[in-house]
Nanobody, 126 residues
Framework: QVQLVESGGGLVQAGESMRLSCAAT????????MGWYRQGPGKRREEREL??????????NYADSVKGRFTISRDGAKNTIYLQMNNLKPEDTAVYYC?????????????????WGQGTQVTVSS
């Protein structure tokens, strides 16, 4: 199994900054993509929206609403990603979830995995 542990989050005022972290642990063989999604107030799980993703060796991708304000980065050696969020706005208020996809060891075999973190609340007051 692969577990994702998120940290960061909390309450800030509009215009302030915050940094989220997500560390993947477990029987990981390789990670193809890690990213951040968010679920706004009153939204269902199916309505989680992409915030930013960073593929292994690929080009980062951001939601239009966060371009220029958020930066995703990755420490491959630690299987950890970060989300630096600057100039936060009240509409950024949501539960932020980390996601990872890759390959893991399952007994004597290999298997694909896709895991979600438990989520961390980000609240931006106006």
């Amino acid at each position: 199994q692969v577990q994702l542990v998120e940290s960061g989050g909390g309450l800030v005022q509009a215009g302030e900054s915050m940094r989220l972290s997500c560390a993947a642990t477990g029987s990981i063989v390789s990670i193809n993509t890690m990213g951040w999604y968010r679920q706004g107030p009153g939204k269902r799980r199916e309505e989680r929206e992409l915030v930013a993703v960073i593929p292994s060796g690929g080009i980062t991708n951001y939601a239009d609403s966060v371009k220029g304000r958020f930066t995703i980065s990755r420490d491959g050696a630690k299987n950890t990603i970060y989300l630096q969020m600057n100039n936060l706005k009240p509409e950024d208020t949501a539960v932020y979830y980390c996601n990872a996809r890759g390959e893991m060891r399952l007994g004597a075999s290999l298997a694909d995995f896709g895991s979600w973190g438990q989520g961390t609340q980000v609240t931006v007051s106006s």
